[in-house]
T-cell receptor
């Protein structure tokens, strides 16, 4: 198993540009989520999905869109990048069905984004 | 808003010493988890303690949970240089339609050789 993979590892954008951060997992996990990590702030939840076709907002969703067309993939889209979105982005996954619920989340290696 | 808050923010110890960090949270939880993050890497799960447990061990890790005080502690015994990392507590609680993890800002631990 590759676990949770993220691409790209590093990206520089200009203000107003758009991009998609990719996240994929091969563990057949239903629950996937996106966090951003800023210095001194810990991880903050951006968006999450409890299964294909179902997404919901987290703590800091503004400026980000997500979709979940398959169980494996959960891309995060920045439609018009702003300097405030400079951060490290982590994708995570875990099972969510009650009968096999596992509380541990598995994290990807992260994407460092710099918006100029 | 962050549910868990770690204390201290940074900790520097000599190899072989014990490292203790604390986590406080605000609302009722299902469980509390500790994660480690090495510089430039993703988070790795260390240990989970459920709300009905008071203490748990895993190798050189010891976690305690006091739900009456809404606090937890992580003890790393006989520290090694490889333990140098940031440590995060995360509280697992029900929000809206599913359980969600809320992370604190972390404790940066430096183990000096």
């Amino acid at each position: 198993n590759a676990g949770v993979t993220q691409t790209p590892k590093f990206q520089v954008l200009k203000t107003g540009q758009s991009m998609t951060l990719q996240c994929a997992q091969d563990m057949n996990h239903e629950y996937m989520s996106w966090y951003r990590q800023d210095p001194g702030m810990g991880l903050r939840l951006i968006h999450y999905s409890v299964g294909a076709g179902i997404t919901d907002q987290g703590e800091v969703p503004n400026g980000y869109n997500v979709s979940r067309s398959t169980t494996e993939d959960f891309p995060l889209r920045l439609l018009s990048a702003a300097p405030s979105q400079t951060s490290v982005y982590f994708c995570a996954s875990r099972p969510s069905r009650v009968w096999e619920r596992e509380e541990t989340q598995y994290f990807g290696p992260g994407t460092r984004l710099l918006v100029l | 808003s962050q549910q868990g808050e770690e204390d201290p923010q940074a900790l520097s110890i000599q190899e072989g010493e014990n490292a203790t960090m604390n986590c406080s949270y605000k609302t009722s939880i299902n469980n509390l988890q500790w994660y480690r993050q090495n510089s430039g890497r993703g988070l790795v799960h260390l240990i989970l303690i459920r709300s009905n447990e008071r203490e748990k061990h895993s190798g050189r890790l010891r976690v305690t949970l006091d739900t009456s005080k809404k606090s937890s502690s992580l003890l790393i015994t006989a520290s090694r240089a490889a333990d140098t990392a940031s440590y995060f507590c995360a509280t697992d609680a029900w929000h809206s339609n599913d359980y969600k993890l809320s992370f604190g800002a972390g404790t940066t631990v430096t183990v000096r050789a």
